[in-house]
Nanobody, 120 residues
Framework: QVQLVESGGGLVQPGGSLRLSCAAS????????MGWYRQAPGKERDLVAL???????NYADSVKGRFTISRDNAKNAVYLQMNSLKPEDTAVYYC??????????????WGKGTLVTVSS
């Protein structure tokens, strides 16, 4: 089992910035993908960004150039720096981890989520 604990959500004005953090513990796969998905009210949970143990990244087109994902392998932690936030970024953000051999996120683990609200 793997446990994921997120922090850093909150209320921010359009154009502002937030940094999300997630710490993983438990039986963590040596080669893994860590990252973030988000779910807005009434919508499906969608990919935001993923990063491999080796540092390769993948971003949703809607966040490219505004969000940056990073990780600290020694701490089993992943971060999401979100800049130039827009109201449409409002969602619950979920931390995720899965083996690098799995393409289906359903085969991984999820945090409980942290709410990000972008509003004036």
């Amino acid at each position: 089992q793997v446990q994921l604990v997120e922090s850093g959500g909150g209320l921010v004005q359009p154009g502002g910035s937030l940094r999300l953090s997630c710490a993983a513990s438990g039986s963590i796969f040596s080669g893994n993908l860590m990252g973030w998905y988000r779910q807005a009210p009434g919508k499906e949970r969608d990919l935001v960004a993923l990063i491999t143990t080796g540092g390769n990244t993948n971003y949703a087109d809607s966040v490219k150039g505004r969000f940056t994902i990073s990780r600290d392998n020694a701490k089993n932690a992943v971060y999401l720096q979100m800049n130039s936030l827009k109201p449409e970024d409002t969602a619950v953000y979920y931390c995720h981890i899965r083996s690098i051999f799995y393409s289906d996120p359903k085969l991984g683990y999820w945090g409980k989520g942290t709410l990000v609200t972008v509003s004036s």
